[in-house]
């Protein structure tokens, strides 16, 4: 038998959503500075994405990979909310590399 959510739960999961929220805010604003950076290996893909998805096809992804986090989150899954925070770091990675130069 299911037993009925508490007042608990109900906070984790308050703070799993704003988590991935605040993750999701970040996520967008380093893809927009990497997509403004002009580096050749962006170029590259950005040419290659709006062949296929159009100019803003990457944008869609990110917003998918966020609603599929706040829909996971809302259910209280711990597991994908560090993934999404593991995701997160390795964009900041990836974007303090491409735009300090260092790739």
């Known amino acids: 038998m299911k037993r009925a959510p ?6 984790g999961t ?3 959503l704003i988590f991935c ?3 999701g805010i970040a996520n967008f604003a ?5 997509a ?3 580096h050749p290996f962006v ?3 950005k040419r290659y994405f709006s062949r296929h998805f159009s100019p803003y096809g990457s944008y869609a ?8 986090a706040l829909w996971f989150a809302n259910e209280g899954s711990l597991a994908v909310s560090l993934t999404y925070w593991a995701y997160t770091g390795i964009n900041a990675i990836a974007t303090w590399l491409l735009l300090s130069g260092r790739t």
Request: hydrophobic residues 50%.
């Open 6 to 11: 508490s007042a608990k739960d109900h906070e």
């Open 43 to 45: 170029e590259d893909t």
């Open 21 to 23: 929220f605040l993750m």
């Open 61 to 68: 992804i990110e917003l998918a990979i966020l609603i599929g």
């Open 14 to 16: 308050a703070m799993l």
């Open 36 to 38: 403004e950076s002009g």
């Open 30 to 34: 380093m893809h927009k500075a990497v």
